[in-house]
């Protein structure tokens, strides 16, 4: 029998969920400060490591289906895969915690 390796991915990262609006000027690699509530006045800097595929919605359990033809446009939310730089109050972070993201993006400045 052969063995398998599973291998666990060490980066540290967030998650934001950016209105598809926002995603013009967002690009892979673009420098990130996150300001978590439960450390006010500290911040975590960080950058965009993934861009996902699809909204949030294709990959809900139980996706919208507007074959009504009733149809309202909603502005979808992106996720945004960004890896955390390391720092002391990046161990001290927990799943679910509320946080306040700023993309630094090369061509309008902060996306927020």
Same mark, same amino acid.
């Given at each position: 029998?052969?063995?398998?390796?599973?291998?666990?991915?060490?980066?540290?990262?967030?998650?934001?969920?950016?209105? @598809?609006? $926002?995603?013009?000027?967002?690009?892979?690699?673009?420098?990130?400060?996150?300001?978590?509530?439960?450390?006010?006045?500290?911040?975590?800097?960080?950058?965009?490591?993934?861009?996902?595929?699809?909204?949030?919605?294709?990959?809900?359990?139980?996706?919208?289906?507007?074959?009504?033809?009733?149809?309202?446009?909603?502005?979808?939310?992106?996720?945004?895969?960004?890896?955390? @730089?390391?720092?002391?109050?990046?161990? $001290?972070?927990?799943?679910?915690?509320?946080?306040?993201?700023?993309?630094?993006?090369?061509?309008?400045?902060?996306?927020?």
């Amino acid at each position: 029998m052969r063995s398998q390796r599973q291998f666990v991915e060490h980066t540290k990262w967030v998650q934001a969920n950016f209105r @598809e609006t $926002q995603l013009t000027n967002i690009k892979v690699g673009d420098p990130v400060e996150i300001r978590i509530d439960v450390y006010p006045g500290q911040i975590v800097h960080g950058q965009v490591l993934q861009i996902a595929p699809a909204s949030g919605s294709q990959f809900a359990l139980l996706p919208p289906d507007n074959a009504t033809g009733n149809f309202t446009k909603v502005v979808q939310r992106v996720p945004v895969k960004i890896s955390l @730089e390391d720092s002391t109050l990046t161990d $001290q972070l927990r799943p679910g915690l509320s946080a306040d993201v700023a993309v630094h993006t090369k061509r309008q400045g902060n996306l927020r």
